[in-house]
């Protein structure tokens, strides 16, 4: 099969699953006798990656895999294609999550440590739901608290390949800036009349979390004393 071929082929299905796809998916799309080496989807993601350059569409690389999405620069214009406004969320949740992405796993009585103030149970409750956040084990003290850390699908909504993508404490102003300004995937490139479940394509099951499980003595590259001091001195 010749590149142009399997280029073209690789296109249409980033086009058409309306989520990200990694090269096994990829591989998947090709019978054993016509299945292209890994390198060459390779070279073809990277042809179509060039191809979007100066286009109001990018691919993207996450955890999952690779999508196409909007360029955020055009988030004001594009988000007018919905009367309902993308959701927000409030402080103390991107605060919460914070604490989690950059310290985790870490359990309630944690979080609540550093806020100094009680986590809401709705907080949580709505990261779980959202499928920003799982239980990954009990710590081993009375009552055994759940300890909490990200999976896949918090890496893939932030526009992240792994947790070392974050940004460091420092560089962020605002918590508020870790919130995209809208939910943009590839669902959004295709024809409106296969819009109509863009929200739940955000919602299909994770097919495995993304777990930073490193000990309390880890060095970490986010240590969780820059945070203590941004969130207590609000």
Same mark, same amino acid.
């Given at each position: 099969?010749?590149?142009d ?9 980033l086009?058409?699953?309306? %989520? ?5 998916h ?11 080496? %890994?390198d $060459?989807?390779?070279?073809?993601l ?13 691919? /993207? $690389? ?17 988000? %007018?294609l ?8 409030s #402080?103390?949740?991107l605060?919460?999550l914070?604490? +989690?992405?950059? #310290?985790?796993?870490?359990?309630r009585?944690? +979080? ?6 009680? *986590?809401?149970?709705?907080?949580? %409750? ?8 799982? *239980?990954?084990?009990?710590?081993? *003290?009375?009552?055994?608290?759940a300890?909490?850390?990200?999976t896949k ?9 792994s ?8 560089? +962020? ?13 590839l669902?959004?490139t295709?024809?409106?009349?296969e819009t ?6 955000? /919602?299909?099951?994770?097919e ?7 000990s ?15 969130l207590?001195?609000?």
């Open positions: 099969m010749n590149s071929l399997i280029k073209r082929i690789v296109e249409g299905a086009m058409a699953a309306g %989520k990200s796809l990694d090269l096994n990829l591989e998947r799309l090709f019978d054993d006798d016509e299945r292209p080496p %890994k $060459q989807l390779k070279a073809a990277q042809e179509i990656d060039t191809d979007c350059r100066g286009r109001g569409f990018e691919l /993207k $690389q996450t955890a999952s895999g690779y999508r196409f999405q909007v360029h955020q620069d055009l988030a004001g214009w594009v988000n %007018k919905w009367e309902e406004k993308p959701k927000r969320y #402080r103390a949740m605060e919460t914070s604490l +989690i992405a950059y #310290r985790q796993p870490l359990t009585g944690d +979080i609540e440590l550093v806020r100094g103030v009680a *986590v809401s149970s709705e907080i949580i %409750k709505t990261l779980q739901e959202r499928e920003w956040v799982r *239980v990954v084990g009990y710590r081993d *003290v009375p009552g055994k608290p300890l909490f850390a990200t699908q918090f890496l893939d909504y932030f526009n992240l390949k947790l070392d993508d974050l940004p460091a404490l420092g560089e +962020i102003k605002d918590l508020t800036e870790l919130d995209p300004a809208l939910e943009l995937s669902a959004q295709i024809p409106s009349s109509e479940d863009l929200t739940e394509s955000y /919602k299909a099951p994770l495995e979390s993304v777990i930073n499980s490193q309390e003595d880890d060095d970490q590259n986010h240590p969780i004393e820059e945070m203590d001091n941004s207590n001195n609000e």
